[in-house]
């Protein structure tokens, strides 16, 4: 394993410059079940010194823990790091399993100082609106979030989970630097139709789940080896016949793993990566983790270059995949394509 620092690339056209890989944080204050916050805070550390600058978070994420959690880290490094957060899904403390999307502008408004306050920052570097309500025009909201870039509240503009068309029609009224989706050699539904609109625009594509939510480490092969409170136990892809039909799939991932020297892994997030040469756009995806090992293995994925013969075992994975991304796939692009 080597120290050296992943490389650099720009976060879309006119966006901030990051590192190729940036860094999930949700799991260090929830959905993955318990977590040791002081390795937490060394993984944010180790992460820095290896390259990574793109660091995500959200107010949903921990119902704003996660914000107050990475604010001392942000603070520390704000001149190195990129921060992105994200408004838009809104859960209510009395009922934090019913979940609601707000892309208001009264909403945006309350979200944006209520993140600001508990990241105790002055400005967000990148900020998303996190998932689409279908009943307010895309324009609508995207004209709020641009007020607040020109009151300085806000960098940059990012869209999550949007289809091509929402992207264009976000992109005509503001610049819109990135989209975050789920992308991975298990989830590629966005590219019939995000991926070229983000191609065409000058858009990096921000991959979440990339390890397709630590499946493809092969790190669990059934929802019922999680603990009671991850929430990956509510996803179609991890129960039931579905779960051992895709662990079936990560066979040729492990053999090209093998030839590598590397996990499984890596190979997927090296796909990820590859696909930034491959289809013409900046690619930064955020593998999310809360151990410096994993944060150190992941980054060391964005030296392996997979051959033409491995790209092409891995191709049919993710059409033979089993089950549905979400329970609800119409929060998702896929679900209103």
Known sequence: ?????????????????????????????????????DEARATLERALELGVTLFDTADVYGLGENEK????????????VVLATKFGIFRDPAEPTKRTIRNDT????????????????????????HRRDVNIPIEETVATMAEL????????????????????????????????????LFSRDIEAGVVPAVRELGVALVPYSPL????????????????????????????????????????????????HGASPGQIALAWVQQQAALLGLPVVPIPGTRRRSRVEENTAATRIVLTEDELAVLEPIASKVAGERYADMSFSSAGRE
């Open 1 to 37: 394993m080597t120290d050296g620092k992943i490389a650099n690339v720009e976060l879309g056209t006119g966006g901030p410059e990051v590192g190729v890989q940036g860094l999930g944080c949700m799991g260090m204050s929830a959905a993955y079940g318990p977590t040791d916050a």
């Open 106 to 129: 009264p909403y945006i408004r309350q979200a944006v100082e209520g993140s600001l306050r508990r990241l105790d920052v002055e400005v967000i570097d990148l900020y998303y609106m």
């Open 69 to 80: 959690f990475i604010s001392p880290f942000v603070k520390a490094h704000r001149d190195e």
């Open 212 to 259: 397709g939510r630590g499946f493809l480490t092969g790190s669990f092969v059934h929802a019922e080896d999680l603990t009671s409170d991850d929430f990956r136990r509510t996803m179609p892809r991890f129960t039931g016949g579905n779960a051992a039909a895709n662990a079936a799939l990560l066979e040729p991932v492990r053999a090209v793993a093998e030839a």
């Open 149 to 184: 870039v020109r009151e300085g509240k806000v960098k940059h503009l990012g869209l999550s989970e949007v289809t091509g068309g929402e992207l264009r029609a976000a992109h005509a009224v503001h610049p819109i630097a990135a989209v975050q989706s789920e992308w991975s």
